[in-house]
């Protein structure tokens, strides 16, 4: 086994949740019914471009060697946010997508992130 390099772990979970997200969208697809299988896909897709769109707004603040104001950062927060909310309410009320479904796909990331930790955890490069 191999340990994780700190460097790579956010291409890392970005990766795993890509390939997870698809393995999950195909299983929603093939064994149950399409809005199961397009729940997830919509879940996935919003939880990773809202990962992908975090970490570039963190990297920019990390950046920059003059600070940007709390209220910049705020509003940037707040229109992320914002958008996914307006995007989740579309989803949720259009009645095409299983709610179940959808609640699985935005939780990819998070599964990924548990079981990297899992893996770190009691594989340390022995």
Do not use: C
Not at 49 to 60: D, E, S
Not at 80 to 96: D, E, H, K, P, Q
């Amino acid at each position: 086994m191999t340990t994780i390099n700190e460097a790579r772990l956010p291409a890392l979970i970005l990766q795993s949740s890509v390939v997870l997200l698809a393995i999950a969208t195909a299983t929603g697809f093939l064994f149950y019914t399409a809005p199961v299988g397009l729940g997830i896909l919509a879940g996935g897709s919003i939880a990773i471009i809202n990962f992908v769109w975090q970490r570039r707004t963190l990297r920019q603040l990390l950046d920059h060697q003059i600070a940007p104001s709390a209220g910049s950062a705020a509003v940037r927060y707040l229109l992320r946010l914002s958008i996914t909310a307006v995007i989740l309410y579309a989803v949720l009320t259009s009645g095409r997508f299983s709610i179940i479904a959808l609640l699985v796909g935005l939780s990819v990331i998070v599964a990924v992130i548990i079981a990297l930790t899992l893996y770190s955890a009691f594989y340390k490069g022995d």
